[in-house]
């Protein structure tokens, strides 16, 4: 298997792993209705698998929905994506891992919509946004990574997260929390293909590595800290925040107009 441990789990109740194709994704009847096939195109080329996008850097595809949970009726949907490139030896950049941020964009709607009006590109630009949503446990998100870097090493990829984390974990005093976090990937294989979920729901993040769930943290720094690393001040994939931003900006700002035309309209 592709993760030999068990489960680390600060928190109960089992989740199981479910990616949906939707029927009709960006259809008139979802939170992205308003968005522009323009925007929908910067989301990767159509994939070879029907109603997905593929990464343009990996070709590696994404489903429109991403299901945490069975039976999940309204999913996250993909807003944003792009990939984590490093520099080898400053020759050339190495493409570690596609990024596929997904969020539940009616909860996203309602918990931002009253704080973020108006044009989608000035809401789009501004980093308050995006920082809204890295604080906020009040509407589902979660980050899907796939390794395209055949030799990535598991300590590689740890290291370079808890880098990340450790100044808002130990300045919580959730030092312990890091090293719960590090010990989810004990046993893991990062081979090429290997799909890394982190989903952030209510207070808890939950890690799947190749659809097995191996962590559940109820650490709300944690969350943040780690939804930061991709959507804060200096992300490591810069075009998956530029599209989640886009996507997410254009919705929000649809449906403040929205309530404009039916206040006038009233």
Do not use: M
């Not at 968005?35 to 109603?51: C, R």
């Not at 899907?144 to 919580?172: C, M, N, T, W, Y």
Request: glycine share 10%.
């Amino acid at each position: 298997s592709i993760c030999s441990t068990e489960s680390h789990e600060a928190t109960q109740g089992q989740l199981s792993f479910k990616l949906r194709v939707a029927s009709q994704p960006f259809s008139s009847a979802g939170p992205w209705a308003s968005i522009s096939s323009s925007l929908i195109s910067q989301l990767g080329k159509a994939g070879a698998t029907p109603k997905t996008r593929a990464e343009k850097d990996t070709g590696i595809e994404y489903p429109f929905e991403f299901c945490a949970k069975s039976g999940q009726s309204h999913c996250p949907q993909l807003a944003g994506l792009g990939v984590r490139a490093k520099r080898l030896l400053g020759i050339k950049n190495i493409n570690v891992y596609a990024l596929g941020v997904y969020v539940d964009g009616t909860g996203a709607k309602k918990a931002l919509g009253h704080k973020f009006k108006g044009d989608a590109a000035a809401l789009a630009a501004n980093q308050a946004l995006y920082d809204e949503v890295v604080a906020s446990d009040s509407f589902e998100k979660t980050l899907r990574l796939v390794i395209s870097f055949g030799h990535l090493k598991r300590s590689q990829f740890v290291d370079a997260l808890e880098e990340r984390l450790a100044p808002a974990l130990k300045q919580a005093g959730e030092a312990g929390t890091l090293d719960a976090f590090r010990a989810q990937f004990d046993g893991c294989d990062f081979a090429r293909g290997t799909e890394i979920a982190f989903t952030h729901s209510g207070k808890t993040l939950v890690t799947k590595v190749g659809g097995k769930k191996v962590g559940a943290l109820t650490s709300p720094v944690l969350a943040h800290a780690l939804f930061d690393i991709y959507l804060g001040r200096d992300p490591v994939a810069p075009a998956a925040k530029t599209t989640f931003g886009e996507t997410l900006a254009a919705t929000l700002a649809s449906a403040s107009t929205e309530v404009a035309l039916g206040g006038a309209q009233g």
